[in-house]
C-alpha cells in the first residue's frame, strides 16, 4: 500500500462520496484519495504581548480548561482565606 504525506494550509472542500479534496489556492487544485487521515493543530499567538506566555492560559490541549478552573478555584479559596484571617 502506496501512501503519501501532504502538509496543507487551506482546505477549500471535501467531497466524502468522490473522495476527493479541493484545495483553496485554485480552482483545479483537487486531489483524489482511498483512504484519508485529517489531522489539525494550531500554534497560540502572543502578539508581541509581554507576559502572557508565563502568565496567559492558552485552550489548546483538553486539559488546558481543568487547569484554568484549578487556578481559578486555588485563587477564590486564597483570597476567602486572607478575608476569613482579616476578619478575626
Do not use: H
Not at 11 to 32: D, F, N, Y
Not at 56 to 69: D, M
Amino acid at each position: 500500500m502506496k501512501s503519501r504525506f501532504m502538509k496543507l494550509n487551506v482546505l477549500k472542500s471535501m467531497q466524502r462520496r468522490r473522495k476527493s479534496l479541493s484545495l483553496g489556492e485554485s480552482s483545479s487544485s483537487t486531489i483524489a484519495y482511498d483512504y484519508l487521515v485529517v489531522g489539525v493543530g494550531a500554534q497560540s499567538q502572543t502578539f508581541g504581548i509581554k507576559g502572557v506566555e508565563e502568565y496567559g492560559c492558552f485552550f489548546k490541549e483538553v486539559w488546558n480548561p481543568q487547569e484554568i478552573r484549578k487556578k481559578l478555584m486555588d485563587s477564590i479559596e486564597s483570597a476567602t482565606l486572607k478575608n476569613c484571617y482579616k476578619s478575626e
